[in-house]
Structures are given as structure tokens and as C-alpha cells.
């Protein structure tokens, strides 16, 4: 790496340039080793051996965003509230929940897990991370980490410049890299990403480096250059937005459409639908030409209009709207189509798993709720609820179809619950010399989580019966009688 790559740093001042020198120092310790923490081969290739190759002939590995900021109602952080305005169009299924519960973040995974294919190396959670720091890395430490570590589930970082500048009170609208200030954050957040979450070993490596998705990647090419190929060069895989036709692109490691906002849709007209923009992403994944830098986004709805509505600014924006099903399943198959390996995998962008103001989520959500939108009015064209991780486990992932809840006893009489939504209660009841009681069984008292997020319970008292009715959140059903 040139240091010169860096001269124009020397604009924001001594903070950038001792945040500089740390990213240098630590940057000659990755070249060396190929990568973050992934060796060099004999051959001279770069690799990290736990991540899965299959050639591309597999089925697509998900990319579903996650955010981790969402705090209960009035009580500090970021919450689902701003001005008293309710900022989610939909009602999440599990209510306005913590990031910091981690009987929520686990209900997500499970679901995420569950819906393509029952392992979690298909599916890889994008954290959007932006500050305040201390909110983010709290929940991540404390709540979803050690949750993720227990699987084969991969992450990484999502990093949104626009919303870190609005938190550090350095203005909102697009962000302008060619000021000190945010050359600064810039810096000092790649540091501080660097050293906190790029060795962990679930981060999701790309030829050996780790991934980071960049929102608003545009103005960072545009305005500060050398950042953005120093940081490059420094070993880590940066997949920024799409922005137009092929050719205007700037240098990125591999690109995706975060939003269905993209690629030249906003000058097409304020109201579309989503079949009204889907010939845009086509043309554009043709003028790719098969090249094997673009990770095809599944987004099917996009409605800034209604957030801006909502906080009180103004609809000044558009809306790109899902009208049912069919929908769905056209937008997931125009990517599956165009999705071309990167190193070994395929790769598809949701977006969201957990709910963001301005696009619907694949999170699940209450029945009877607005579903679809058309012009700013509520359509109830078809529920909502699971039919997008239904949509995503039957195209992307037919020969894993869903498995309903289960309870099976083991030899040592063990009673393991497989599939199960603790979220939906149990109905327990417990036969003790003749006599039968309900008993109530209340996470995480009591059970204890496995590896694979199916839960055990080792009842610690002598009993002649156990029946145990169990209703998932989704509806499905099981029972079972223990002896």
C-alpha cells in the first residue's frame, strides 16, 4: 500500500492522521497475512477454509439486512418513533421489540435459518452500523453475536455514511466527503470497524477479505478517492451501490441495489409498481455482460413517500410498490437469474430482514395490517405475514422445504423442540403421581439452547406424562405426549 495514497487526509488534521497511521499499521499486518485473519496457501491463494464453496452451483446464499438499533418506545436510542410518529409501516409480528432481547434476535435467526433450507450457511445478516457506537456494538456483543456464533450464520457490516453524519450532528441530505469532518469519520469508523469486527470468526470473507457494504458509496468515489482505494488496497472487499448504466460505475469490488430505488428509477416517475421498474433491472444486469461483480438485490418495495408522510417532511420522494405475490416472486426470480458466482457462491441482497421506514421487511407481520401500497393508499391485495420468506424458501430453495415444530423425546430422556416459536407459548401440562397440573415452561429458565437454535428441556422432577401442545407463530401446530 502507498502511503501518497493517503495525502488527502492531511486536510482534516491530526485526528485523521494518528486514526491514519493506526489503519496503516494494521493494514501491513493483513497484506502480509493475505487478508484478515485468513492465511496464504502454498500457492499464493487467499482463503478462508470455513467458508462454504460450491462453484455456483448451489442455491444462492441470502444477504438480509439486520438492524440492531431499534430500542423500546421513549426509552433512548433509536426507536420506532420520531416526533410521535410511528416510523414502520407495518406491525412487526413480534411487537416493537429491542435489539437488545435476545429471545428477539434469535426468533429472527431462526426464522431467517428456517426459510432457506434449515442452515445458517445460506444465509448472512448485514449489520447496518452507524452510530452512536455504543447502542450498536452493545447489541451486537450482547445480544447477536453470541447467538450467531453458535451456528454456521455469517455477518458483516453495513455502513450507511448518511446516517452516521446525521448522528454526529454533521448534517444530513448526501454526504460530502470532500469535507474535513467527514473525512475524519470516515477514517476513524474504519478503524474503529477494523479493529472490533473484521477478525471475528463469523465475519463474511470475500477471497480471504472481509466484506463491507457501503451505503451512498457514490460520494465516497466521487469526493475522496483515495480513501476508498487505500482502503481497498488494504485488504478488505467493498461492495458499494449501483448507481446507473454500466460504465459510470466507479472501482468497486462488487456492487448491489440496496433499494428498489436503483439503478435510474427515480427519474422515471414518482408512483411505480414493481413491475414497472423491473425492465430497469434487467437492462442493467444485461449491460453487465456476465462480468461477476454484482450481487442482484431483492427488494420489493420502496415507499420514501410514505416514511417522509409520516415524519411530517413531505412525500418528495417515490414509491415502488408490490401489488401480491406474483410480485414477489417475479422481482426474486429476475435476480436468481442474474446472480453470477463470486468466489464460489452466489449471492442475492434482501432487504430487510427486521424492518426499515422506507421498505417493507421479510420480517413477518401481523395479519390484517396495511400490506401493499398504490399511490399512497393501502390495498389489501394479499396478506403479508410470512408470504415473502415463503416466496424466498420455494424459488431460491426447493429441495429444503419448511419443516414445522416438533417435539421429540430423547434417550436420556431429554425433550428437545425442534422448529419451535418460543414466542407462541406452549401449552404444557404434567402428570406427577396421578395427578395432572399445568406447568409452565419459560425461557430461557429451564431449556437450554443447542447448537443448531433447536431448544432441550431436561425435566429435573419424576413424572408419569407429559402432554405438550405446541402452536408456532406462523400457525403450524404440533403435539406430543411424553412418558
Known amino acids: 500500500m502507498r502511503q501518497d495514497n493517503w495525502v488527502g487526509l492531511r ?18 499486518g493483513a497484506e502480509a497475512q493475505g487478508g484478515f485473519d485468513c492465511p496464504v496457501a502454498p500457492s499464493g491463494e487467499v482463503g478462508c477454509p470455513d467458508d462454504p464453496v460450491d462453484e455456483g452451483g448451489g442455491p444462492p446464499v441470502l444477504i438480509a439486512q439486520e438492524n440492531l438499533w431499534f430500542s423500546e418506545p421513549r426509552q433512548g436510542g433509536i426507536n420506532y418513533f420520531v416526533d410521535g410518529h410511528r416510523i414502520l409501516p407495518f406491525e412487526p409480528l ?44 452493545r447489541n451486537l456483543r450482547k445480544t447477536f453475536l453470541p447467538l450467531l456464533e453458535r451456528t454456521e450464520g455469517r455477518w458483516n457490516i453495513f455502513y450507511d455514511p448518511v446516517l452516521a ?18 473525512r475524519q469519520m470516515f477514517q476513524d469508523d474504519m478503524v474503529f470497524l477494523r479493529e472490533k469486527y473484521f477478525d471475528h470468526p463469523n465475519y463474511w470473507r470475500i477471497d ?33 451501490d449501483v ?27 414518482r408512483f411505480q409498481s414493481v413491475q414497472d421498474v423491473l425492465p430497469s433491472f434487467e437492462r442493467y444486469f444485461q449491460s453487465n455482460g456476465g462480468n461477476t461483480d454484482m450481487i442482484p438485490a431483492f427488494s ?18 417515490i414509491q415502488i410498490l408490490a401489488q401480491g405475490r406474483q410480485d414477489l416472486w417475479d422481482w426474486l426470480d429476475l435476480a436468481d437469474a442474474y446472480s453470477e458466482p463470486i468466489d ?33 393508499q393501502s390495498r389489501g391485495v394479499e396478506p403479508y405475514h410470512f408470504a415473502v420468506l415463503e416466496v424466498i424458501q420455494r424459488r431460491l430453495y426447493p429441495d429444503s422445504p419448511y419443516k414445522g415444530p416438533r417435539v421429540e423425546r430423547l434417550e436420556d430422556g431429554a425433550i428437545v423442540f425442534r422448529n419451535c416459536d418460543f414466542f407462541a407459548g406452549f401449552r404444557i401440562k404434567v402428570t406427577v403421581d396421578g ?3 399445568p406447568f409452565d415452561l419459560n425461557p430461557p429458565e429451564g431449556v437450554e439452547l443447542l447448537d443448531n437454535l433447536d431448544w432441550v428441556w431436561r425435566p429435573a422432577f419424576p413424572y408419569q406424562k407429559i402432554s405438550i401442545r405446541v402452536k408456532n407463530i406462523d400457525g403450524k401446530r404440533t403435539k406430543k405426549i411424553v412418558r
Not at 435467526?109 to 452500523?129: C, D, H, K, P
Not at 453524519?165 to 467527514?182: A, C, L, M, N, Q
Not at 448507481?243 to 416517475?269: H, I, K, M, N, Y
Not at 410514505?306 to 418528495?316: A, P
Open 11 to 28: 486536510a482534516a488534521g491530526a485526528g485523521a492522521l494518528t486514526a491514519l497511521a493506526l489503519l496503516l499499521s494494521l493494514a501491513a
Open 94 to 137: 413480534l411487537g416493537l421489540t429491542s435489539s437488545s432481547n435476545d429471545l428477539v434476535k434469535l426468533q429472527e435467526m431462526q426464522w431467517l435459518f428456517r426459510y432457506t433450507g434449515q442452515t445458517g450457511r445460506n444465509a448472512i445478516f448485514s449489520v447496518e452500523w452507524f452510530a452512536p457506537r455504543d447502542l450498536i456494538d
Open 165 to 182: 453524519s446525521v448522528w454526529r450532528g454533521h448534517g444530513p441530505g448526501p454526504v460530502d466527503f470532500s469535507r474535513p469532518v467527514i
Open 208 to 240: 480471504g477479505k472481509p466484506v463491507l457494504h457501503v451505503w451512498a458509496a457514490r460520494e465516497l468515489v466521487r469526493n475522496a478517492d483515495e480513501l476508498f482505494q487505500s482502503l481497498r488496497s488494504s485488504g478488505v472487499y467493498i461492495c458499494g
Open 243 to 269: 448507481f446507473g448504466q454500466r460504465g459510470d460505475e466507479p472501482p468497486l469490488d462488487c456492487r448491489t441495489g440496496f433499494t428498489a430505488a436503483t439503478p435510474d428509477v427515480v427519474s422515471q416517475g
Open 300 to 317: 420489493f418495495q420502496y415507499d420514501d413517500v410514505e416514511f417522509r408522510t409520516r415524519i411530517g417532511t413531505g412525500g418528495t420522494s
Open 344 to 376: 464460489g457462491s452466489r449471492y442475492i441482497w434482501v432487504g430487510t430482514l427486521n424492518g426499515w421506514a422506507e421498505a417493507t421487511t421479510i420480517y413477518p407481520t401481523e395479519k390484517g395490517r396495511r400490506e401493499f401500497w398504490r399511490q399512497g
Open 435 to 437: 395427578v395432572t397440573r
